[in-house]
Nanobody
């Protein structure tokens, strides 16, 4: 059974930092693509960052390149998203997601999702 639980969201001022964590069920790192998505009110959900465990290849949406970093700690079954230089437009619900299919992750439709953690950035 696959499960994911996010934490670390909160309210910060522009320019601040947050680190999101996603604890997952054991063994998920061996075959899965792990990703962070976000959805702001009234906007479509978008992929923020992902990591393909086999090749440790990382992907970032252009809007966060140079500011966000996705990492994973296999020993702790935890995925992280370090967010620096936060902007008001980063305000959204952030979700951790996983799937064995890289294609489904790229299409924005991974099979497994966490419950989300809210990030609010004030100007």
């Amino acid at each position: 059974q696959v499960w994911l639980v996010e934490s670390g969201g909160g309210a910060v001022q522009a320019g601040g930092s947050l680190r999101l964590s996603c604890v997952t069920s054991e063994g998920i790192y061996k075959e899965y693509c792990l990703a962070w998505f976000r959805q702001a009110p009234g906007k479509a959900r978008e992929g923020v960052a992902s990591i393909y465990t086999h090749r440790a290849t990382k992907y970032y949406v252009d809007a966060v390149k140079g500011r966000f970093t996705i990492t994973k700690d296999n020993a702790k079954n935890t995925l992280y998203l370090q967010m620096n230089s936060l902007k008001p437009e980063d305000t959204a619900m952030y979700y951790c997601a996983a799937d064995v299919s890289i294609s489904r992750v790229r299409a924005g439709s991974p099979l497994y999702w966490g419950q989300g953690t809210q990030v609010t950035v004030s100007s």
